[in-house]
């Protein structure tokens, strides 16, 4: 299973899932970060401010097409962005950091 972003009713949200995007109220003030664990009183305390959904990781199927094709992306757009750093040893390793960086984001 990979993990994906997903918008959920706050009611359909379960305890213990991670926050995605950070929740911001009506004024725009953050109230909770991207990455913050939800707990029943969160959940709560979210409802109490009129916070009607969240983004959420969610556990999705493999599809090794979509995961191939992904992966191509990510390797050509590092190929354009680090297209003028050569081919040294430090250069390399800054574009597998950065390919395994995506590819975990994207998990």
């Known amino acids: 299973m990979a993990r994906q972003m ?6 359909l949200v379960p305890v213990g899932s ?3 995007k950070e929740i911001r109220d009506a004024g725009d ?5 991207a990455g913050c664990t939800l707990a029943e ?7 109490r ?9 969610v556990e999705a199927p493999l599809d090794p097409e979509r995961d191939a094709v992904r992966r191509q992306q990510i390797e050509a757009r590092l190929c354009q962005l680090l ?6 040893a430090a ?14 984001c994207d998990a």
């Open 91 to 104: 250069s390399s390793q800054l574009k597998k950091a950065l390919f395994e960086f995506h590819l975990e």
């Open 49 to 57: 401010r009129g916070i009607d959904s969240a983004c959420v990781y």
């Open 29 to 33: 003030s953050v109230l909770l970060m």
């Open 83 to 88: 297209r003028c750093t050569g081919d040294s």
């Open 18 to 20: 991670v926050l995605a």
């Open 6 to 11: 997903q918008q959920l009713a706050l009611e």
């Open 41 to 47: 009183s969160t959940l709560q305390s979210l409802h």
